[in-house]
Every structure is written in structure tokens, then in C-alpha cells.
């Protein structure tokens, strides 16, 4: 399996945790449905796909995400509680404004 210097394993899952300071911030990263690279590969696969991850950003801070991978579940973690409430990935923002957002993520293969 290839590795990143940050090392992020390829074709590995893993849950990434994004905290911002307040309910206004973005989370700095943007997304789509489909495949994010243009990659054969990733051809067929249904599922979410980073497109881009905003320097300074709560994403960006996390140091774990990269833009290819894919998004397979959304939470919002509670603040006060530590529960946690399963989101559609296209609501992750509007639905709720927390500062605590769980994601699952499938480290797609990167392109060389």
C-alpha cells in the first residue's frame, strides 16, 4: 500500500475529526458526488469525493484529509454530550451548526 508523507495509508478507512471555534466558520473543504480525480478506478463507485481543502481551514488543520478521498458517513458530535447524530453528506452544514464533525473517510488511491 502506498503511504503520503503525512502518513495517510491508500485504500485505508479512517474517522477524521474537524473542530472549529464557532457554528460560522466553514469546515474548508469542499465536495462532490462521483469521483473526484477523473480516475478510472474510481469509475462505478457511488460515494462522495473531496475536491479541494481550504489552507488555514478546519479540514485543512485536521491534517488528514486529501482531496480524492472519500466521505462514507457524516456525524455531528454533540458538544455538550459526546452523542453523536449520522448525517446525509449533503447536509452535514445545513442541518446543524456544530462544532464537532466526525467524518469516515476511505483513503482513495492518489493519482502520481
Known sequence: MATNNGGIVDR???????????????WGFSFTQGSANGSSEHFGTDGFFITAI???SPAD????LRIG?????????SDSDDSKLTL?????AEEFNPLTLA??????PQLA
Open 12 to 26: 485505508t478507512k479512517e474517522e477524521v475529526v474537524l473542530r472549529r471555534t464557532n457554528g460560522h466558520e466553514p
Open 54 to 56: 481550504r489552507p488555514y
Open 61 to 64: 488543520a485536521c491534517g488528514r
Open 69 to 77: 478521498d472519500r466521505i462514507t458517513e457524516v456525524r455531528r458530535v
Open 88 to 92: 446525509p453528506v449533503p447536509k452535514m
Open 103 to 108: 467524518l469516515d473517510i476511505y483513503h482513495e
